[in-house]
């Protein structure tokens, strides 16, 4: 099994000879459908041996150039800075943003522990704010009151970190212009947010830094790595920096500060940008599957899907569903075992942070979108490369476990 950014598992399917001995039963039990399993091209082994026969396997190369480059092309960040992941990129954010012990650090509570980790570990206080109920995101209203109330104490956060939940962009408008007036920097964690639009542009464009993640499970995979953007060629500049050990310039190892080992090799570079020039049907490909599954199970009672912001494009990345255990006659657990039960994988939403025991002391604002959230959401299979009939498999064992 492999787990890591944003909590998503996907497994590999078993080779036909490698399938466990068990007699007919075992041969005809339908096969597992996953998450979101990443999906190939085809063109991936042809630009893999292209870099092997260069030479360049380490994280150097005209491979992460061309990779940086079209990450680019696709956000529209004039610079790109590709690393070892996702959490790698916030780290590096936190880092040029000089975040010191005691600084305040905010977030939306309803994310992965990533959004705040980095911040934590050197230091940081984390402050955790609810969402929306319309969007999932972090909810701009209370934002504005908790600033205010912030600097009335006299202490604003030292950054606000905004989330893309499930590739849907944050209110990042409403974001920066209520920390704007306090001078307060935003990055954008946007490892689920690639491919997402907010009024015309892609996700996490406006804020100072952004990252995006291209694990094993997102809509466009390198098999890990990630990528920190910014318009600003200073910020960059110092965290590809920090990203190689913050070596100084000259003919030896020399160091005035300590830095890290962030670098993507250049083989996941590769196939990150085989990958990334097939975004947009990938997006085409998941709002398709979010569509079959509304118009599927449209006529049960109990079920609502995670609505989308009226200011963007939302990738569908994972189809999220609420069950009102009410009206659909089982709760959220019970429908996720049944699922699990047909050979079908599903995931609560975000279990929000000020819930986790690591974080029961941290202080926070609302919670309770968040909480009703986690009680009741649900992510549904949604990766692009899930045929139709697998999908009628996962609508169909939702119907049976439907007890209204």
């Known amino acids: 099994m492999i787990q890591y950014r944003h909590c998503v598992t996907f497994l590999a399917p078993l080779h036909p000879a490698a399938r466990p001995l068990g007699g007919l039963a075992a041969e005809v039990s339908p096969r597992r459908i996953h998450l979101s399993p990443p999906h190939l091209t085809g063109r991936e ?5 292209a870099v092997l026969d260069s030479g360049w396997v380490a994280p150097a190369g005209p491979a992460i150039p061309a990779f940086e480059a079209a990450i680019g092309a696709v956000t529209g ?4 800075l590709a690393t070892a992941s996702g959490t790698a990129a916030l780290h590096l954010a936190f880092r040029v943003l000089d975040i010191a012990p005691g600084d305040e650090v905010w977030a939306p509570g309803f994310t992965f522990v990533a959004t705040i980790a980095p911040a934590v570990q050197m230091g940081a206080v984390p402050r955790f704010l609810d969402v929306d109920a319309g969007s999932w995101t972090l909810d701009p209203d209370l ?8 600097a009335r104490r006299g202490r604003l956060p030292r950054a606000v970190v905004a989330v893309d939940i499930y590739g849907q962009a944050a209110e990042l408008d409403a974001i920066l212009a209520a920390c704007g ?3 307060v920097p935003v990055v954008s964690d946007s490892a689920e947010g690639l ?6 542009r892609h996700a996490g464009r406006g804020a100072l830094l952004a990252t995006l993640s291209f694990n094993g499970n997102k809509i466009v995979t390198a098999g890990g790595g990630g990528a ?7 910020l960059i500049g110092r965290a590809r920096h920090l990203a190689s050990h913050a070596k100084d310039p000259a003919p030896h190892y020399q160091h005035s500060a300590t830095g890290h080992a962030y670098g993507l090799s250049s083989l996941l570079a590769a196939v990150g940008r ?3 020039a097939d975004l947009a049907p990938r997006v085409a490909a998941r709002r398709a599957i979010f569509a079959r599954y509304a118009a599927g199970l449209a006529d049960l009672p109990g079920l609502s899907f995670m609505p989308e912001a009226p200011w963007g494009m ?3 990345w994972l189809t999220a569903l609420l069950v009102d255990p009410v009206r659909f006659g089982t709760d959220r657990e019970a429908l996720r075992e049944s699922l699990d039960a047909a050979g079908v994988e599903s995931r609560p939403v975000w279990k929000p942070l000020p819930l986790q025991p690591i974080f029961r002391d941290a202080p926070a604002a609302g919670g309770t979108v968040a909480e009703a959230l986690f009680a009741r959401g649900l992510c549904l299979p949604s990766g692009t490369g899930m045929e139709a009939g697998d999908q009628d498999r996962v609508i169909t064992a939702i119907r049976d476990a439907c007890r209204a």
């Open 181 to 183: 007036h306090w001078g």
């Open 228 to 234: 920190l953007a910014s318009d600003d060629p200073v």
């Open 77 to 80: 960040f004039t610079q790109v």
């Open 274 to 276: 085989v990958q990334l």
């Open 195 to 200: 491919g997402a639009t907010i009024r015309g």
């Open 45 to 49: 082994a042809a630009a893999l041996q």
């Open 143 to 150: 934002l504005r009151r908790e600033l205010r109330a912030a």
């Open 314 to 316: 939302a990738t569908r």
